[in-house]
Each structure stands twice: as C-alpha cells, then as structure tokens.
C-alpha cells in the first residue's frame, strides 16, 4: 500500500513499532486479537486496526502539498478536512479558511473566493451543485481534491445502480458531509433515500409492503428522500450503499432486512429483479477498525478510552460497540485526563462533554486499559494518552 508523506509530528514511535509488528506478523489481517503493551502496573490493550486510514492520509498529504506549493495564494477549505480537531486546528494555522463549517451552512460568500484561490475538497467529498459552483467561479476543484477513494467508490457503484433502475438507499446520517454528497450524487440518475438505521429501514419496510401510506412516508422521511420520489413505483427496485464511516454490520444487517422484505414482497425467485448486491461498496478501513473492537471485546479490562473528534461518526460508533461491555471514555486527546481521578468525556448519547471522577482504579492493583481511536486520529494523540497515563500512575518509560 502505498506510504503518504504526512508531517511526522502526526506518527508515533510506540504505534508505529506496533503497528509495523502486527503488519509483518499478520500481513492479510486475520488476526482481530489486540496488542499487549506491558507496563507492570498498568497495561494497556492496543486495538489491532485503529488511527489514520487510507483516505485520511491522503487527504492530509494532498492538504500541506496545497499548503507548500502555494505560499502566496488564499487557501480555502470546503469545510473540515476530517473530522478531528487537532488536524483541522494544524491547518488553519497556516492561513487556511473554511467556506463552510460541517452542516454546510456558509461561513465564507461564495462571491468573496475567485479563481486565483485554491480550494480543498475535504475527504468526504462534496455536493455536485457546489463543485459546479466552484467550477463557475473558474477555480481548479480537481487539483487539490480529498475525496476518499473509497467515498468515490461508494459514488460509482450508485451511478451503475441508477442506470439500471435501481433506487439507491443510502444507509447514513443525513445530515453529515459524505452522505449530502453520495445523496447529490446518487440523485443525479435516480430516486434516492437516507436511512440512519434498523428502526427506519422497519418504517420503510411498511412502506413497500403497503402497510404504511404514502403520505406517512414523506412524514417519517422528510428531507431524506430526492424530489418527486414515489414510494409505489421508487421502492420496488433498490440498491443500498453506505456512508462509509457507519457501522458495516448495520449496514448489512439493513440490507438483509430489506432483503427479507423484498422476499416477502416478490418471492425469492424475483429477488435480484429487486435488490441488488452491494457489499462490496462496504469500507475496508471502518471494517478492519470495526472488526479489530469486536475483537477487543472477548479481552477483559477495567476500561476503554476511545480517542478521536467528537463529530468523528467513525468514532462514535467504536464507542458504541465497548460501552455495553467496558467503562468506556471518549476523548480528544491527553488533555482530557485531568488527573487520575477526573477526566472530560464526550457522552455520545447527550451529545455533551462530561467531567467524571474515579477515572483510574486506585487500589494497589494491575490496570488493564483498552486503547482505541478513531480513522481520523494521529497516532501520536493516541501515544499522547498513553504517556498521560502512565505518567499519572508514577509509571516510568526509558
């Protein structure tokens, strides 16, 4: 695969060995089993797969190369370049600006950028009408472009689905960057629809049997569904992809309910005539992170600090797969841990950061801690959290 040139303050000694270790011992990642680091008196389990992925090291290599090519131009980001704070804070103390900030309402005129300027496009891609936009004005959206590969794959395998009648359901958050963008997208050549989840793929499933009317569905879908879609003629024919930063279990378990129903609907002699296959639209990264969670979750711990942006929707759901099972937190980085009793953690269910104590076990005990972090994470945050802790236990590190 290939190696990115990314600022080194972003690496880690400690992950980086780690993480070349498992590499070598594991090359085709069958092994979800995590990593033992050993420190006596307090251990920590390190997550198989965790921290920068494919397109998020692209992006950023793509984003300093715009930033040393062009010392005397105005430099622009769509909006966040991923979703992680200390990245983006990096960036805009070169000069950059954000046009927009992550739901897409403006921050900067479209009239104030012009040709001259450069202009980013985030990795999770953007809307057809504002590369148009962009296109307009006469600036280059292709040159310093970050869309994740695997977002545009998601893109194409929508565009083949529409030319073949397919209504493309789009399993994601519709309100988040990558799935307004893969929705203008799939828009283009056919109906599209967002679905956040299992309970709103059971209100459509009602919707194609005809135990729902159409009017409750532009009720319950209202402003996730193209123009003009008709729930009669729209939903006998579908294809589901993903926002690729969501659950892929979930996302194959909708598409599994949704198959079930077209059964029930068609018959499964007619099935293909009606759902089409679409697994491999799926992310290797958000599948390898994922898998490596569940792995940590046959380990036994005292608890679990998940690192990375608190908007970072990859990272909310690493959450919600240990939380069930381990005192889970979520931090920013090492300046969340106050102390060894308090530290700042983001609740993803209230969406607010809470202060708690009794953050590290007191007793004169072995600790054990799972360590995890987001796609859009550096790995030297993550090291940054280790060397907190162990500092914090009087732990010393040559």
């Known amino acids: 695969m290939k190696q990115f040139e990314i600022p080194e303050f972003y690496r880690s000694p400690i992950i980086s060995e780690v993480k070349a270790k498992r590499k070598l011992e594991d090359p085709r990642k069958k092994d979800f089993s995590p990593t033992l680091l050993d420190y006596g008196k307090v251990r920590f389990l390190i997550a198989r797969h965790f921290g920068f992925c494919y397109g998020v090291e692209n992006a950023i290599e793509i984003s300093y190369k715009a930033i040393n090519e062009n010392p005397d131009k105005r430099i622009f980001l769509l909006s966040q370049m991923i979703h992680n704070p200390d990245v983006n804070a990096d960036l805009l103390s070169y000069g950059i600006t954000f046009i927009q900030d992550t739901s897409g309402n403006q921050l900067i005129p479209w009239t104030e950028i012009n040709k001259e300027d450069i202009v980013i ?130 996302t194959q378990e909708i598409t599994d309910f949704l198959r079930e129903v077209m059964i029930q609907k068609y018959g499964s002699e007619l099935l293909s005539e009606h759902i089409a296959d679409t697994r491999d639209t799926l992310c290797y990264a958000t599948n390898d992170n994922q898998s490596a969670t569940l792995g940590l979750l046959k380990e036994e711990a005292d608890l679990a600090i998940v690192v990375g942006g608190y908007n ?87």
């Not at 519709?174 to 967002?194: D, G, I, M």
């Not at 929707?313 to 920013?332: A, C, D, G, M, R």
């Open 121 to 250: 496009i985030p990795a999770f891609g953007t809307t057809v009408e504002i590369e148009k936009t962009l296109t307009d004005i006469g600036v280059n959206v292709a040159k310093y472009n970050t869309t994740c590969p695997f977002v545009e794959k998601v893109w194409n395998r929508s565009e083949t689905l529409g030319t073949k009648n397919h209504t493309i359901i789009i399993h994601g958050k519709h309100s988040h960057e990558e799935t307004r963008a893969t929705f203008s997208r799939s828009n283009q050549n056919a109906p599209a629809l967002v679905l956040k989840d299992m309970e709103e793929a059971k209100l459509l499933a009602k919707v194609i049997l005809g135990e729902t009317s159409s009017s409750e569905f532009y009720i319950q879908f209202k402003g996730k569904h193209s123009e003009n879609f008709i729930p009669e003629t729209d939903l006998q024919k579908i294809g589901v992809v993903n926002q690729t930063t969501m659950l892929a279990t979930e």
């Open 312 to 398: 970072s929707s990859n990272t909310t759901h690493l959450v919600e797969l240990l939380e069930p099972k381990f005192k889970t937190y979520f931090i920013q980085s090492e300046a969340s841990i106050k102390d060894l009793e308090t530290i700042s953690s983001f609740d993803i269910h209230s969406k607010k950061v809470i202060e708690l104590d009794s953050f590290l076990p007191q007793e004169d005990k072995i600790t054990t801690i799972i360590i995890t972090s987001g796609a859009s994470c550096p790995d030297s945050i993550v090291e940054g959290v280790i060397q907190k802790v162990l500092k914090l236990s009087g732990v010393s590190v040559g």
